[in-house]
Structure formats: structure tokens, C-alpha cells
């Protein structure tokens, strides 16, 4: 997600690098359990009582296919939509991204190579209004992410791969189109089949993290109009049926939702009463809510909140404040993009020399230290399948840098010294106090570095083909816990590149050797032979140095004192496990 794909929840790059927001999905953490060890993560919850949502950002939209941010995806599949597959509530990294049956009966089954895939209904799924929940109502909810007129802002992968064309969504498609959209995404009794123009190995990761192929209801659809309108099918329904932007919601219990259509201990335990979804956008709400939960002020001690802990209030964390705090590490990695577009930047050397003299340790505890964030040695996220060190940055690599051995490479080569380079990031004084020591390390190896810090507009100009910038910071998260969606998305130029962008190949990097893997592993018939390209693929990038690893960022979480089972898992992007979460009574 330039943190765009899994979007994050701060209104600026900015505020990432800032380390005060982030959301995706994936990530890992400090111990099993996916907390610091401390506080009542392992309580048992009883039903009943009212949790408290404290939220710093408003969402986009209440509809499933226009649903993209993370924390969202995770909660609203706890809560309010169930899909054909879900993610399990696991404490176990592995068994979290491995999807499991929700509205399904099985995790779906492959044919032609994994061009085909075809699920079945289980049977007395209901909406909130009683009806029974439909193969056509899966066949509609597909259909409309291709109306992205109207249907906006959610992921849209099924466009590229669903074995039909010129197909505008259910809203403007002819009868012709419409039958062909059928044909290609068909319904038999209760059993749908999805068919592919190439095939998706790991198709059944995408539909548990994302709600692109979620049911929805034609005869409560209004296109654009629906954007705020909830038709539950989970355990919870909103209070009179529609999200409020900036407010939120009050979530109730569903009386058509069925447990025993569910698997509650794996998916869902659904213990509040009641979830009372409290929304305050104002800059300063994020720092706040964190102020009154180290207190444990009266009104908070039922609540749990969205808004990471700032590093300013990390010397607070101290005492009992300590049993109601979480530290794990996030779903995001970011890193550094050579431009390969600049002259300076197309020596291999040049780039290999900024790697070796990276000081990363230093960077690291310019963040804020390991409450903040930890070294990363590739761009793909522990969390995600086939995440494995990248042999370019992590052999003979104590991450302090070495500028005396990138001194004598540079001068190896050949080149004028010292080097002059510019390194563009999105400003913040966390930032730039990091940056200053990423500087400082190259400085002693031979470069002449400008900082070019950035305000609010970053990732729009960082993409330009022709921006002036030899070294971008840039961020990213994956979709679901695959690393199709980080290598082929950030680095495959063919996607990517126009004659007025780089898209989110930042550096426009090009390879017909890496992009020959990225094929191979597009067309793989099974994940295993899939995470064995891409891990192929990884090392083509760090042998062609196309990017520099920097970190692996934190969350770090408060709750209140009457909050029970609080953990975070693979499974909730690293956010609080709402479906654990319960309240003492």
C-alpha cells in the first residue's frame, strides 16, 4: 500500500513514518501469543456487557466492496459480514493465514490448474433480515466491484482475472454482458464456480482477506448510494442499518445471525452485547483516547481504540499501565528505492555501496527503538508466506553499516567522489531525525546527501517517471498473507509503468529476469511452487539492489481495565482481536 494497497489509516505518508498510524494485514510478533506477555490477553470473556470502540479516522465506506483498509477488513468479518472463507482468531502466526470455511462449506476446490475454482453454500445462512443468503447473492457481490464508477475504493484483483471482457458491472451491463459476466462467475444450486483467464494459486487467501467476492443482497443494492447502508449477515448488525462517517455505530446483536452456522471458537465469539463504535477524526483524538486509557479513566475502562501509542507517551508505560499494554510487530515494511531512471543510480556499485553503509541499527532507535520498530533484511513482511531473508542484505550484515567497505567499492569503480544523491521521505520530526542518520552513515562513505523532506503530497510525485529524487522512502503491507501481493505489485514494471508514471514501481525498476519469475510464479498451479519464485524473484531484487530494506514498524496498543482476551493476531492485521474481546462483568 505505497501503503495503498491494504490501505493505512493516516491521512499522510507522513504520519507513518511518523509512527503514529498504520493498518494491514499479516504482520507477527514479540512471543507467540501476539502480545508483550503481560495484562489479561489469556482471560476468558463471558457474554454480555458493552465494549467501547474508540476510533481516530473515519472508514470510507460501510460496504464490503468498497472496504480496503485493514483494520476494518479485520473487524467487519468479526462483526458484521461473513464471507466464503475467514481468517482464524489464531494465536499461531501459521494457522491465522490459513483460511478456513465461513459461509462455505469447504476452503473451495481447484481445477485446470487453478484456473477454476468452485465453493458451496452451507446451508441456513441468513441476512439480518431473515432471507436465506443465495449463490446468486455471491454472484451480484462479485459482479459489482467491476462497476468501479460507482463501487469505489475497495480492492478490484477479480477484474484482472475473472475470464470475462468489456464487462462494466451489473448497474450498465447489456443482457450479453451480463451473460457472459454468468458465465464466467456461475452459480449451480448453491455452488459457485469462478473461472479465471490464468490461474490463482492462492485464491483462497484472497477471499478470506478481502471482501471482494462477498455476498450482497441485489434487492437492498443502491450502487453509489449503498455506501453507508449495512445489511449484516455476522453476529452483529448496525443500529438502524446505516454507518454514520464521523460518528460510527452502535452494533447490536442479530437475531438471524446462526452460531451454529458458524464456528464461533475459531472465527467469532461475538461476547459484547453490545459494541458502542465511537468515531472522532479530530487531529489530536488519537493522542487523547491513549491519554485516558494509561489513566484508566472511568469512561475508557470498557474500551479498546485504533489509535497506536505515540512515542511520546511511551516513558507512561510503566507500573499497572504496563499489564494493559501490547507491542507486536506490524504487517508494514518499509524501505528505500533507488531511482533507477537517474544516472548516478544505474551503477550497481552506487546502489550496493548505499546498502553496505545503511546504518539501521541507528535508523531503528532514531524511530524510537524496538518499541517502535525492528530491521528488516527483505521487503516481505514476516507474516507473509515465503517471507525469507533476502541473501543481499542479510549475509555478513551486523546492520551498522560498514562505509569503509563502501568507500572502497565506490572507489573501485571508479566513480566521481563523492557522490551526490538526494533522498526524498515524507517529513515528520521522527523522520527526520532518522533520515539525518541514514545521512550521516553515507556521508562517511562517500556520498553527498540532500534530504528532501516531503509534505502532504508524496506518493503522487515519488511515481513520476521524471521526479528528481535518486533515493524515496516508500511503505508497504500486503493484501493478504502472499507475497504476489508485494513483489509483483511494487516491482513488475509492466503493470505499473506509463509514459506519466511508475506507478508504485517507485524507482522504476525493470527486469525481464525478475519479470520472468514473477510470471512463473503467476502461473504456478499450487502456493508452494508460487513462494518458491517469489523467493527467487526477492533475491533477483537484492542482487540488482532495487531496493534497500529499512524496517519492519510496531504497533503498540492500550486498553482498558475491564476489557478481556485482548491479544492480536496474523489474522487482524496486528490490531486488537475483536472477536477474542470481551468485557468483565
Known amino acids: 500500500m505505497g501503503m495503498k494497497l491494504r490501505r493505512t489509516v493516516a491521512s499522510t505518508a507522513a504520519s507513518v ?10 504482520g507477527g510478533s514479540d512471543d507467540e501469543s501476539g502480545n508483550n506477555g503481560s495484562g489479561n490477553a489469556a482471560v476468558a470473556g463471558e457474554k454480555g456487557g458493552t465494549l467501547k470502540v ?12 468498497r472496504i480496503y483498509y485493514g483494520v476494518q477488513l479485520a473487524w467487519y468479518r468479526r462483526l458484521i459480514y461473513r464471507g466464503l472463507l475467514a481468517f482464524p482468531m489464531s494465536e499461531d502466526g501459521e494457522v491465522a493465514t490459513t483460511p478456513v470455511p465461513d459461509l462455505a462449506t469447504d476452503t473451495g476446490t481447484s481445477s485446470e490448474g487453478g484456473k477454476v475454482w468452485s465453493f458451496t453454500l452451507k446451508d441456513g445462512v441468513k441476512w439480518e433480515d431473515g432471507s436465506d443468503i443465495t449463490c446468486e447473492d455471491v454472484q451480484y457481490g462479485t459482479s459489482r466491484v467491476f462497476a468501479n464508477d460507482l463501487i469505489t475504493g475497495g480492492p478490484n484483483y477479480t477484474l484482472s482475472y475473472i475470464d470475462v471482457e468489456d464487462y462494466p458491472g451489473p448497474y450498465k451491463a447489456t443482457p450479453e454482458q451480463q451473460a457472459a459476466y454468468e458465465e464466467a462467475v456461475s452459480c449451480d444450486g448453491k455452488t459457485i464456480t469462478f473461472r479465471f483467464n490464468k490461474p490463482w494459486a492462492d485464491f483462497p487467501q ?106 511520546t507517551q511511551f516513558p507512561q508505560i510503566t507500573g499497572p499501565v504496563e499489564d494493559r499494554y501490547v507491542n507486536v510487530l506490524s504487517p508494514y515494511n518499509q524501505y528505500l528505492s533507488p531511482n533507477f531512471n537517474n544516472e548516478v543510480m544505474q551503477d550497481v556499485n552506487v546502489r550496493r555501496a548505499l546498502a553496505m553503509s545503511l546504518n539501521l541499527n541507528g535508523y531503528v532507535k532514531a524511530l524510537g527503538g524496538e518499541v517502535a520498530a525492528a530491521p528488516a533484511e527483505t521487503i516481505v513482511n514476516p507474516g507473509v508466506s515465503g517471507s525469507t531473508e533476502n541473501p543481499a542484505f542479510a549475509e555478513d550484515n551486523n546492520n551498522d553499516g560498514d ?39 553515507w556521508k562517511a562513505a562517500g556520498f553527498d546527501v540532500t534530504l528532501e523532506p ?90 540488482d539492489v532495487a531496493y534497500i530494506p529499512l ?6 496498543w492500550l486498553y482498558g481495565s475491564e476489557v478481556t482476551g485482548f491479544t492480536t493476531t496474523a489474522a487482524s492485521s496486528s490490531y486488537p482481536e475483536i472477536g477474542l474481546i470481551g468485557v468483565q462483568q
Not at 517529513?427 to 552513515?441: F, I, L, N, R, Y
Not at 524496517?551 to 503498540?556: A, R, T
Open 54 to 65: 474508540l476510533q481516530h479516522f473515519p472508514y470510507e465506506a460501510a460496504d464490503p466492496q
Open 206 to 311: 484472497a477471499v478470506a482477506g478481502m471482501m471482494m467476492t462477498d455476498p450482497y443482497k441485489e434487492e437492498f443494492d443502491e450502487g453509489a448510494k449503498s455506501q453507508w447502508k449495512v445489511l449484516s449477515n455476522g453476529p452483529y448488525k448496525v443500529e438502524g442499518g446505516e454507518w454514520s462517517k464521523n460518528q460510527g455505530a452502535t452494533l447490536v446483536r442479530n437475531e438471524n445471525y446462526d452460531p451454529a452456522t458458524d464456528d464461533p471458537e475459531a472465527l467469532r465469539l461475538a461476547l459484547p452485547e453490545q459494541i458502542d463504535y465511537q468515531i472522532d477524526p479530530s487531529d489530536t483524538a488519537g493522542e487523547l483516547f491513549n491519554d485516558r486509557l494509561i489513566q484508566d479513566a472511568a469512561d475508557v475502562k470498557n474500551a479498546i481504540t485504533t489509535a497506536r501509542v505515540a512515542p
Open 403 to 441: 562505509p569503509d567497505a563502501a568507500r572502497a567499492l565506490l572507489e573501485e569503480s571508479g566513480v566521481d567522489m563523492p557522490v551526490e544523491i538526494s533522498l526524498a521521505y515524507p517529513t515528520s520530526p521522527t523522520a527526520d531525525k532518522a533520515m539525518a542518520v541514514v545521512q550521516e552513515g
Open 454 to 543: 516531503q509534505g502532504d503530497t508524496y506518493y503522487d510525485v515519488i511515481s513520476r517517471p521524471d521526479d528528481e529524487f535518486d533515493i524515496t522512502w516508500g511503505g508497504w503491507g500486503a493484501d493478504w498473507p502472499s507475497a504476489m501481493t508485494v513483489i509483483p505489485p511494487l516491482f513488475d514494471s509492466r503493470p505499473n509503468f506509463s509514459p506519466t508514471t511508475c506507478g508504485q514501481n517507485y524507482g522504476c525498476y525493470q527486469s525481464d529476469e525478475f519479470e520472468a519469475l514473477v510470471d512463473e510464479a503467476a502461473n504456478a498451479s499450487d502456493v508452494d511452487a508460487q513462494v518458491e519464485s517469489l523467493v527467487e524473484a526477492d533475491a533477483k531484487l537484492g542482487e
Open 551 to 556: 524496517d519492519v514498524s510496531k504497533f503498540n
Open 17 to 26: 513514518l511518523g509512527l503514529t498510524l498504520l493498518a494491514a494485514c499479516g
